[in-house]
């Protein structure tokens, strides 16, 4: 499956599969640039490892894992999530990482989001989409920002982050056909 939008030209989102993992995909997985705000990187990651989640993922229908690739070349330049979903609420979480670090910095983490938000409303048809963000990562919280998404609440010194305390930022985004 592939979602994209003729307002969104940069990038488009493409179903994950195990053709998608290979060493680059795994060396950002190991990267701490990339990973320092991903829960990934309190193990070190494989290309076994990395096979063995998506074939998890792919299996699991409350799971929806696509790639972020560039419209231009169709470069995988990252992965975003729409997971931990609860089908009898209507709400999922929706977490991503741009991987690729010359991708950075080009509104491509918005695109996905703008493109994930798309699928989960109008296809899957959930009516709230939220994301966790540690608060160091203004990159990610303005992304979110970007697309509508709506400071729901802060979890106070929830995790760690480089051994000290740091606040979790909940936001959300409604289905707008709800007229919420």
């Given at each position: ?9 940069d990038?488009f ?17 190991n ?9 990934t ?9 990395v ?22 070349n169709?470069?995988?330049i ?14 999922a979480?929706?977490s ?28 899957l ?11 160091p990562?203004?990159?990610?919280l ?5 697309v ?12 760690l982050?480089?051994?000290k305390?740091c ?5 959300s ?8």
């Amino acid at each position: 499956m592939i979602i994209s939008n003729t307002d969104l030209k940069d990038i488009f989102l493409q179903e994950i599969s195990l053709e998608d993992v290979n060493s680059t995909y795994v060396d950002w997985l190991n990267d701490p640039d990339v990973n320092q705000y991903l829960e990934t990187r309190f193990q070190k990651q494989t290309i076994e490892s990395v096979e063995s989640y998506i074939s998890d993922t792919i299996k699991n229908k409350n799971e929806h894992l696509f790639t972020v690739r560039t419209s231009k070349n169709k470069k995988h330049i990252g992965n975003i999530k729409i997971g931990g979903v609860t089908p009898h609420h209507g709400i999922a979480f929706i977490s991503l990482f741009i991987g690729d670090k010359k991708s950075w910095n080009k509104s491509y983490a918005s695109q996905a989001i703008k493109l994930a938000c798309k699928f989960a409303f109008n296809f899957l048809e959930f009516r709230k989409l939220s994301a966790g963000i540690y608060q160091p990562n203004s990159r990610s919280l303005k992304a979110f920002l970007n697309v509508g998404f709506k400071h729901d609440c802060t979890f106070k010194n929830h995790y760690l982050f480089e051994g000290k305390p740091c606040d979790l930022i909940f936001v959300s985004l409604f289905n707008p056909a709800n007229n919420l």
